[in-house]
């Protein structure tokens, strides 16, 4: 083990890593099993070419980013918090008022681990799960964004990984190893949520998770950068600004699959956009149904004693809690949910506290209707009659009050014939799936595109479209 590594200069940081020797340590002891992770488990092809990469460097609002080519075994992890000042006080639960902490208090050590964990599981997860992508990308710049997308969920590991060293041992150092050895999708040790055990198969899954899957980690992230535990809300709040991005990828990526399908219907006359090689739009609702119920299950149970915990506690908070016009504690506040009884749908009230994730959820459901508002005026704007919905709550669930009964997308209660007879118009059959297979083919001539997608706007850092983004 090369001790002489420069740890500070190698992980790029702003914590004065130079100055705990301990932490070094740690991290000098993990760094390899996280490149033999990256290098197994990371981006199957291009390791070695040169990717037009953005990188953190600092925190500054005006410049936190640096752009260039490297190989992305050579991108630099870093570890950032952001600004955090004197003052701080936290904002909400049992103890409001009081200065944030910037250690674990002992009582809260098991929840926080917990919080810490399952958001660091879900970042290499994401990596897995996109690893074979590059193969059939669309296009240079499509590829290079998903690796910039993959070596910034790498970062986000280091993110929490970096939290459980500093802060929770030799625990902390034994749940950065786990988190290296639990893989997506398999079964004797899968990752933590449900989604991340999912395959991502095709482009059009990449987009629609990065849209809906991504966007929960908006969610989480936000709920997290109200922690009492300041580090971790620093460090959440930091991540966030590198979210957007991945974001943007999945919402431009859509939008450029509904333009192309658009185009194809009117420059055919024809609803047939699959005999002209584009994907149409029922199959992108279908697709819309999956990973939007998939993603909803990230919240939890919308009634959750954990969640309370949480909130009380002062670990985890809501969605711009800050923003919010209440006493912040939730003694006695209202809050409107959906529940199940006897085969119907009604809306009940009950005490704000017991239903946080519940809020979340509809706070990301909101969210995400902005979203396919915008992919349909694409469409309306195009003279074509045809919209996207997202499917009602209790669509597809598994976890939660609806993960035992089935629902039709528009929010009706059937039964299990029903559902069986209607699956494959719901969501993806598997016929859909492999037709969509079938169009994905690797584009790397600079500025061309797959059939089935529209090129983007523009490029990336105010490149051309054009620009060669990944050196074949
Ligand atoms: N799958 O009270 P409940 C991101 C378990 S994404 C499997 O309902 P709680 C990213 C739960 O663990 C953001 N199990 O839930 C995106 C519990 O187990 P136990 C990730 C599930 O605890 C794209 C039981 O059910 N960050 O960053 O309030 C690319 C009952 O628990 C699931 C976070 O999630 C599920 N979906 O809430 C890359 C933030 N849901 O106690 C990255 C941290 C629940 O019975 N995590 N369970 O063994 C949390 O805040 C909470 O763990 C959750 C669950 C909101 C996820
Ligand atoms: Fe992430
Ligand atoms: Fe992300």
Redesign the pocket.
């Known amino acids: 083990m090369a001790t002489n590594i420069d740890y500070n200069e190698l992980i790029p940081n702003n914590v004065d890593l130079a100055s705990d020797r301990r932490l070094q340590r740690a991290l000098e002891s993990w760094h390899p099993k996280f490149m033999q992770w990256w290098r197994a488990r990371g981006p199957e092809y291009f390791q070695d070419n040169d990717v037009y990469l953005r990188t953190a460097i600092s925190v500054d609002k005006n410049g936190w980013a640096h752009f260039g080519k490297l190989k992305m075994p050579d991108y630099r992890w870093g570890i950032f918090l952001a600004e955090s000042s004197a003052e701080k006080k936290i904002s909400f639960g049992e103890h409001k008022g009081e200065s944030v902490w910037q250690d674990v208090p002992g009582e809260y050590r098991a929840p926080l681990r917990?919080?810490i964990v399952?958001?660091g599981d879900?970042?290499p997860?994401?990596v897995e799960q996109q690893r074979l992508l590059a193969a059939t990308a669309p296009s240079l710049i499509d590829m290079r964004n998903l690796f910039q997308v993959n070596v910034e969920?790498g970062r986000?590991l280091w993110a929490m990984v970096y939290l459980l060293m500093a802060h929770f041992g030799r625990d902390g150092r034994e749940e950065a190893e786990q988190l290296l050895i639990r893989q997506s999708g398999d079964p004797d040790k899968p990752r933590?949520?449900?989604?991340f055990n999912e395959k991502t198969p095709d482009w059009l899954a990449f987009f629609m998770?990065t849209f809906f899957?991504?966007r929960?980690?908006k969610y989480?992230?936000a709920s997290?950068a109200e922690s009492a535990f300041d580090p971790l809300a620093r460090s959440a709040q930091f991540m966030l600004t590198e979210e957007a991005h991945?974001m943007y990828v999945g919402e431009t990526g859509v939008s450029r699959v509904v333009q192309r399908a658009c185009e194809i219907m009117n420059d055919n006359k024809t609803d047939d956009v699959r005999r002209f090689g584009g994907i149409d739009l029922p199959t992108l609702q279908k697709y819309i149904n999956f990973h939007f119920s998939v993603s909803e299950?990230?919240?939890?149970?919308g009634q959750?004693?954990?969640?309370a915990n949480?909130y009380t506690s002062g670990l985890?908070g809501r969605y711009q809690e800050s923003r919010l016009k209440d006493d912040h504690q939730l003694t006695d506040e209202p809050y409107k949910v959906v529940r199940v009884e006897n085969g119907k749908l009604i809306t009940i009230e009950v005490s704000a506290l017991s239903v946080v994730?519940e809020r979340l959820r509809d706070d990301y459901i909101a969210d995400c209707q902005r979203g396919i508002d915008r992919w349909n005026k694409i469409i309306s704007d195009r003279g074509i009659e045809f919209s996207f919905q997202l499917p009602h709550r209790a669509f597809h669930r598994?976890?939660?009050e609806f993960a035992d009964v089935h629902a039709t997308p528009d929010g009706r209660i059937i039964d299990q014939g029903e559902w069986d007879r209607h699956t494959n118009d719901w969501l993806p059959s598997e016929a859909d799936q492999e037709f969509v297979a079938s169009l994905m083919v690797q584009v790397t001539e600079p500025g061309e595109f797959a059939a089935w997608i529209a090129p983007p706007r523009m490029g990336i850092n105010d490149q051309p479209v054009d620009f060669e983004y990944v050196t074949l």
């Open positions: 917990r919080l399952t958001q879900t970042e997860a994401s969920e986000h933590i949520l449900g989604a998770f899957t991504d929960d980690g989480q992230l997290l991945h299950d990230l919240f939890g149970s959750s004693t954990n969640a949480y985890k994730n598994q976890i939660g």
